[in-house]
């Protein structure tokens, strides 16, 4: 069974700086698909980026971009000028690639708090 | 696009009361979850809908919680009768292509 790993429970940065989430997973298959999702206080799931195994590329969108490392199974999450917005819980998500059949597993969360 | 609605956002009850949760997806979304996300923890699946029928309902709790998808579009997550351990943030959430959408949850709350 897949599984998924956040080692940090809590993170602060200081507003404009830079700060790197981990994530860790385990999976036996080659394809698959890795998110990291926003959870503010209100709880709804903000999809921040999104990671396709078989592209070497990491991926970015804005502020956010990703450190891919396939065979060491890592993915982590890097966020620039962090803002007082990006105050959130963080967390890493593995979806597998069979095709509709597949569901999101969570890790346990990072709680980002922003420093002004 | 409309995204994915959940209703209701907030809902307390005491235990061994029932409680209703509808979800109506992203249109043209066939796969349908609901998640059950107790305070400081990740999401957890609850029930996978593939149109009307169920994918995986491995970690549903079968002797008080129910849900259904009859048409393949909206759906409905009840449980009956509640336990103070049922408290958390109900998610439903919608497949479109690679990416799983979420609507904004049903808070639950059993006193």
């Known amino acids: 069974a897949q599984t998924v790993t956040q080692s940090q429970p809590e993170m602060s940065v200081q507003e404009a700086e830079t700060v790197t989430l981990s994530c860790t997973y385990d999976t036996s298959e080659s394809d698959y698909y890795l998110f990291w999702y926003k959870q503010p206080p209100s709880r709804q799931m903000i999809l921040v980026i999104r990671q396709e195994a078989y592209k070497q590329q990491n991926a970015t969108e804005n502020r956010f971009s990703v450190n891919f490392q396939k065979a060491a199974k890592s993915f982590s999450l890097k966020i620039s000028d962090s803002q007082l917005g990006d105050a959130a819980m963080y967390f890493c998500a593995y979806l597998g690639y069979g095709g509709s059949q597949g569901n999101l597993i969570f890790g346990k969360g990072t709680k980002l708090s922003v420093k002004p | 696009e409309a995204g994915v609605a959940q209703s209701p956002r907030y809902k307390i009850i005491e235990k061994r009361q029932s409680v209703a949760f509808w979800c109506n997806p992203i249109s043209g979304h066939a796969t349908l979850y609901w998640y059950q996300q107790i305070l400081g923890q990740g999401p957890k699946l609850l029930i996978q809908?593939?149109?009307?029928?169920?994918?995986?309902d491995s970690q549903l709790p079968k002797d008080r919680f129910s849900a259904e998808r009859l048409k393949g579009v909206d759906s409905t997550l009840k449980i009956q009768p509640a336990k103070l351990e049922d408290s958390a943030v109900y998610l439903c959430?919608?497949?479109?292509?690679?990416?799983?959408?979420f609507g904004e949850g049903s808070w639950l709350t059993v006193v």
């Open positions: 809908f593939q149109n009307n029928g169920v994918v995986d």
């Open positions: 959430a919608t497949r479109g292509g690679n990416t799983i959408y």
